[in-house]
Nanobody, 114 residues
Framework: QVQLVESGGGLVQAGGSLRLSCAAS????????LAWYRRAPGNQRELVAR???????NIADSVKGRFTISKDNAKNTVYLQMNSLKPDDTAVYYC????????WGQGTQVTVSS
């Protein structure tokens, strides 16, 4: 099993930046994929960004060019750098790990004010 703990959410003005962190309870080197999802009020959960153990990344079109996903295997941590934030980015952001099973963090709130 993998426990995931997110941090770094908060309130920011439009145009600002935040960096989310997700610390895993075990080595992420062998985890096939790590990802960030988000769920805005009234919306379904959507994939924001994903990174595989080989370092390949996928970024949702809605955040491409503004968000970057990265990981630090030595720290067992995956990051989501969010720049040029918009009010539409307001959501609870969840960290996800897949190594044959899916694991989720508790989520961290990101609120972008206009």
């Amino acid at each position: 099993q993998v426990q995931l703990v997110e941090s770094g959410g908060g309130l920011v003005q439009a145009g600002g930046s935040l960096r989310l962190s997700c610390a895993a309870s075990k080595s992420i080197f062998s985890i096939y994929a790590l990802a960030w999802y988000r769920r805005a009020p009234g919306n379904q959960r959507e994939l924001v960004a994903r990174i595989t153990n080989g370092g390949s990344t996928n970024i949702a079109d809605s955040v491409k060019g503004r968000f970057t996903i990265s990981k630090d295997n030595a720290k067992n941590t995956v990051y989501l750098q969010m720049n040029s934030l918009k009010p539409d980015d307001t959501a609870v952001y969840y960290c996800n790990a897949y190594d044959g099973d899916y694991y989720w963090g508790q989520g961290t709130q990101v609120t972008v004010s206009s």
